[in-house]
């Protein structure tokens, strides 16, 4: 996967694909050891292993992969950081980036995976599947009236890729979909009062921590909340709130502010609520190979890689 002669610099860093032929490969330490013999099998090249700077020696560009923030020591020409997670926000809390360090990250078919799992969740709820489980284990024989999801509103906040696949598998199932992005969040806001559910699939930045307090908690008339994308999107006093007043009809969470949530966490203890347990969406080695191998691709032929992340944006 050597650089094509010719090639420009990958846009909005200063990498070029020639930078690429003479790169160190770094896995981590916390990359277990099947994973990075899949990696060197993949990119045809050594990965070597190590956290410390300094890996490759002084003045080599080094190429990392790994899920904690690199420690950008002087030591070290990092010129790529492969992130073998989806969320990125750990990664740029200082907000220090460096502007010549590119930054790509792990999706994989976390998508289809999130999607699945809000749908299941949605469609369990249509059918009063927790209902009728509880009865079970009562003996209780008794009739329960299901609705059909057809035709119902749902707002999915978070137009990205994760969240075009929850859109995309709700509609599926006939639901009425509105994706909030940055720029329809204010038509999505609106319809609040007449949604059926509202699913939480944003990023964590600055602008959408405690996106979900009072006001727009507080505007819903008996919608089911989902929170698969990040615990500190939601002020969970006010979603504690909008339970017990019934504007929230009922809440599944798979993210937390803190995680994992101890036994005497007050989340356990929110009215008609789930917790699971950061589950909906995993990433495999078998993802993580992907995307790094496409992202390689991409910078070999002097394109910037889908899966890019403009640090500038926070996601």
Same mark, same amino acid.
């Given at each position: 996967?050597?650089?094509? #002669?010719?090639?420009?610099?990958?846009? @909005?860093?200063? +990498?070029?694909?020639?930078?690429?032929?003479?790169?160190?490969?770094?896995?981590?330490?916390?990359?277990?050891?099947?994973?990075? &013999?899949? +990696?060197?099998?993949?990119?045809?090249?050594?990965? +070597?292993?190590?956290? /410390?700077?300094?890996? @490759?020696?002084? @003045?080599?560009?080094?190429?990392?992969?790994?899920?904690?923030?690199?420690?950008?020591?002087?030591?070290?020409?990092?010129?790529?950081?492969?992130?073998?997670?989806?969320?990125?926000?750990?990664?740029?809390?200082?907000?220090?980036?460096?502007?010549?360090?590119?930054?790509?990250?792990?999706?994989?078919?976390?998508?289809?995976?999130? #999607? &699945?799992?809000?749908?299941?969740?949605?469609?369990?709820?249509? &059918?009063?599947?927790? *209902?009728?489980?509880?009865?079970?284990?009562?003996?209780?024989?008794?009739?329960?009236?299901?609705?059909?999801?057809?035709? &119902?509103?749902?707002?999915?906040?978070?137009?990205?890729?994760?969240?075009?696949?929850?859109?995309?598998?709700?509609?599926? /199932?006939?639901?009425?979909?509105?994706?909030?992005?940055?720029?329809?969040?204010?038509?999505?806001?609106?319809?609040?009062?007449?949604?059926?559910?509202?699913?939480?699939?944003?990023?964590?930045?600055?602008?959408?921590?405690?996106?979900?307090?009072?006001?727009?908690?507080?505007?819903?008339?008996?919608?089911?909340?989902?929170?698969?994308?990040?615990?500190?999107?939601?002020?969970?006093?006010?979603?504690?709130?909008?339970?017990?007043?019934?504007?929230?009809r009922s809440a599944v969470l798979d993210v937390l502010p803190g995680e994992p949530a101890a036994p005497?966490?007050? #989340?356990?203890?929110?009215?008609?609520?789930?917790?699971?347990?950061?589950?909906?969406?995993?990433?495999?080695? *078998?993802?993580?190979? #992907?995307?790094?191998?496409?992202?390689?691709?991409?910078?070999?032929?002097?394109?910037?890689? /889908?899966?890019?992340?403009?640090?500038?944006?926070?996601?």
């Open positions: 996967m050597g650089a094509g #002669a010719g090639a420009g610099a990958v846009e @909005g860093v200063g +990498l070029a694909p020639g930078d690429l032929d003479d790169a160190v490969v770094v896995a981590d330490d916390e990359i277990a050891e099947s994973l990075r &013999q899949a +990696l060197a099998e993949a990119l045809g090249r050594p990965v +070597l292993r190590g956290t /410390a700077p300094g890996t @490759g020696g002084a @003045g080599v560009p080094v190429v990392r992969i790994g899920g904690r923030r690199p420690s950008f020591a002087p030591a070290e020409r990092l010129i790529w950081f492969h992130s073998v997670r989806a969320g990125v926000d750990a990664l740029l809390r200082d907000g220090d980036w460096p502007a010549d360090v590119l930054l790509t990250r792990t999706v994989g078919r976390m998508g289809e995976r999130m #999607a &699945q799992y809000v749908l299941g969740w949605v469609l369990a709820e249509c &059918q009063r599947v927790p *209902e009728f489980l509880a009865a079970h284990d009562r003996a209780e024989w008794s009739g329960r009236d299901t609705e059909l999801a057809a035709g &119902q509103l749902a707002l999915v906040y978070g137009a990205g890729r994760i969240g075009s696949r929850v859109a995309e598998y709700l509609r599926g /199932a006939g639901i009425r979909v509105v994706e909030a992005g940055r720029a329809t969040g204010p038509e999505a806001d609106a319809l609040l009062p007449r949604a059926r559910w509202v699913i939480d699939v944003l990023p964590l930045t600055p602008a959408t921590r405690g996106f979900f307090g009072p006001r727009r908690l507080g505007a819903l008339r008996g919608a089911t909340f989902v929170n698969v994308g990040r615990g500190d999107t939601v002020d969970l006093a006010a979603l504690e709130a909008a339970l017990r007043a019934g504007h929230v005497d966490d007050p #989340a356990w203890r929110l009215p008609r609520t789930v917790l699971t347990s950061h589950t909906s969406g995993p990433t495999t080695d *078998e993802d993580v190979v #992907a995307d790094l191998t496409a992202c390689w691709r991409a910078v070999a032929e002097g394109r910037t890689p /889908a899966l890019a992340v403009p640090v500038g944006r926070g996601y």
